[in-house]
């Protein structure tokens, strides 16, 4: 059982100590600790790391570099691990080709990022995979999914290829870190940004949504006794 009133007031010492204008805060919390063992006790007392950090989220409007990258990982993608390799092989094959962002396929059906969420657009219709154990149902896809479905904007969870991506009028990529950003692949002629108004005003609408319903925006620090 988690008690989110402690919990709170470890988040708050943390906010409270932080010197700047936006941060990322971090918690994971892991059944309990044992030495070299894969089983785990009943009962035992969970682990708790919380980590505050400074970012810097980027506008609306940013345009974010995509690659490609086959999907190694297992079965369990909707289970949120520390079993993080084959996304950080994807995340370092990104930056090594100048991309901020790899995408994920497994064969020809496109997932998901390595470590955000994707969305395309066709002809007005946005199109995401659906929330199996093929991908990690992100908050900020559902959120963005309501978002859109709140501006009539019809929303299908449905796979789709790689020749579906690259024939699409757009590409959204979603994250906590990221919000919600429009993205182009790198070094590709056959994607271009046909129908880029519908996606830009869904990005500046969650970014709005995520300033108005977050601590970012609505947090003063408590005077300290």
């Known amino acids: 059982n988690v ?23 971090y918690a994971q919390l892991s059944r309990n600790a044992k030495f070299r063992s894969h089983s785990y006790d009943d009962g035992a007392e969970s682990n708790l790391l919380v980590v505050i950090t400074p970012i810097e989220t980027k506008r609306y409007d940013t345009i974010l570099e995509l690659t490609t990258c086959e999907d190694i990982r297992y079965e369990l993608c ?62 900020t896809r559902q959120r963005f999914i309501e978002l859109a479905k709140e501006n009539s904007i019809k929303t299908v969870e449905a796979k789709f290829t790689v020749k579906d991506l690259l024939n699409s009028d757009s590409i959204i990529i979603t994250s906590t870190t990221k919000l919600a950003k429009r993205g182009i692949l790198k070094n590709s002629a056959v994607f271009s ?33």
């Open 3 to 25: 008690d989110f009133s402690e919990l709170d007031k470890i988040f708050n010492v943390l906010i409270d100590g932080f010197h700047g204008n936006e941060f990322f805060l």
């Open 78 to 139: 909707n289970v949120k691990t520390i079993n993080l390799i084959p996304s950080v092989i994807a995340s370092k094959k990104a930056s090594r080709e100048g991309c901020d962002e790899a995408i994920f396929h497994r064969g020809d059906i496109v997932t998901e990022c390595a470590h955000s969420n994707l969305f395309i657009m066709k002809d007005g219709i946005l199109i995401t995979h659906p929330a199996d154990n093929h991908i990690l149902p992100g908050i």
């Open 193 to 225: 940004h046909s129908d880029d108004e519908i996606p830009l005003l869904l990005c500046k609408a969650f970014e709005e949504d995520y300033l108005n319903s977050t601590v970012l925006n609505t947090y003063s620090p408590r005077k300290k006794s």
